[in-house]
């Protein structure tokens, strides 16, 4: 093993990449993790001992109360390699504010802007080479902070770990995407958690949405926790209507994430001319807009899938099917954003950012 210590990060590498034994033609999204890992722990009030080391399980307290609180948040990113072997990140000082945003919402302590990017450049140049061939294919970067204290009381943590981990990922596709819009089940309410990327709002959706499974739908599109008449993310994404030529899509609160995408998706259509409209949305619009034939597509947009197409909807028992689209806003801004991504296309914001 070679052990180095480098500005902050203490580094241990592997002996042999365990990457001979993976096909990374056939993965499942999320199955499988690159060599190393970056690990960082708050102690006495201040982050310390960041190393990157193999990647392997670590030893946590039965009594840790990530376990009986939940007090975890995490982050989706993804590092791209282009045609010339050149590694690329998308916004990611996006993600480093929205994890400090969800932390500081769970009363986890705000971790440092340097470490954090000094740990992405040298994971994903380390694991580099886990990033499978072909445009779409990634590394998918999970960040997360855990509750580490051994301690059951009800208040928050004085211990911590930040952890990256990362996964090799095959361009997603999720199949036919049907959807049920929610009619009692809520994903968040005002003055919740719903903004911030906490561990538990995605436990909370596991089971509203194996009951939407075993009716045929694959997600469910969340509405207002208050009345059920407005729509606002579907399944773990932020979620677009497209009626007529307009983009519909709620407005970002605190009951929405901010999603990169979603925000990404906007600059660029907006930069094409086409209306996008950040407001509440009707469920009864949508409705009244697939029987008149002016709901064009409805698609989510997160990080995982980039764009997801939803080819149906259930509403009150009945089932809306869509019609494809031959000019799909969804797969003009698939393309649009994997473009960016891949290094393809001129980035007219400055999205990119080089792992160096
Ligand atoms: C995303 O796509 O943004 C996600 O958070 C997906 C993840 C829950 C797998």
């Not at 470490?115 to 960040?143: C, M, Q």
């Not at 259509?269 to 697939?290: K, L």
């Not at 009150?316 to 000019?327: A, G, I, R, S």
């Amino acid at each position: 093993m070679d052990f180095s210590t480098s500005n902050t990060i203490n580094v241990q590498t592997i002996e042999e990449s365990r990457i001979k034994n993976v096909d990374l033609s056939n993965i499942k999204f999320g199955s499988i993790f690159a060599d190393h890992m970056f690990e960082c722990d708050y102690t006495d009030g201040t982050w310390k001992n960041a190393s990157i080391r193999p990647y392997g399980p670590i030893s946590l307290s039965p009594a840790a109360k990530v376990f009986h609180y939940g007090q975890a948040v995490f982050e989706g990113m993804k590092a791209y390699k282009d045609e010339q072997g050149k590694l690329w990140l998308f916004r990611p000082e996006q993600n480093f504010e929205r994890i400090n945003k969800s932390a500081k919402r769970l009363a986890i302590p705000e971790f440092p802007k340097d470490l954090f990017f000094e740990a992405l450049n040298k994971l994903v140049k380390l694991d580099h080479h886990w990033i499978p061939e072909g445009y779409g294919n990634s590394l998918y970067i999970r960040t997360f902070v855990i509750a580490t204290e051994s301690n059951v009381g009800a208040s928050p943590s004085n211990l911590y770990k930040f952890m990256i981990i990362t996964s090799p990922a095959q361009s997603y596709y999720t199949g036919e995407v049907r959807v049920e819009i929610a009619e009692h089940f809520s994903r968040s309410a005002n003055g919740g958690v719903g903004a911030a990327k906490a561990a538990g709002n995605y436990a909370a959706q596991f089971y509203p949405t194996n009951l939407a499974r075993e009716k045929g739908f694959q997600q469910v599109i969340w509405t207002d926790a208050s009345s059920h008449e407005y729509l606002e993310e579907a399944g773990t994404m932020n979620v677009f209507f497209r009626v007529n030529d307009s983009l519909l899509t709620a407005p970002i609160s605190d009951r929405i994430l901010d999603g990169v995408t979603r925000k990404s998706l906007i600059q660029l259509a907006r930069m094409d001319g086409i209306n996008v409209e950040e407001r509440r949305v009707r469920v009864s619009e949508i409705v009244e807009a697939a029987n008149n034939g002016t709901l064009k597509e409805i698609f989510g947009a997160g990080t995982a899938a980039v764009i997801s197409p939803i080819s149906a909807f259930s509403y009150q028992d009945q089932v809306y099917e869509l019609t494809p689209q031959t000019d799909s806003y969804a797969s003009l801004f698939k393309k649009r954003l994997l473009d960016i991504q891949f290094n393809r296309a001129e980035d007219p914001f400055g999205w990119r950012y080089e792992v160096k």
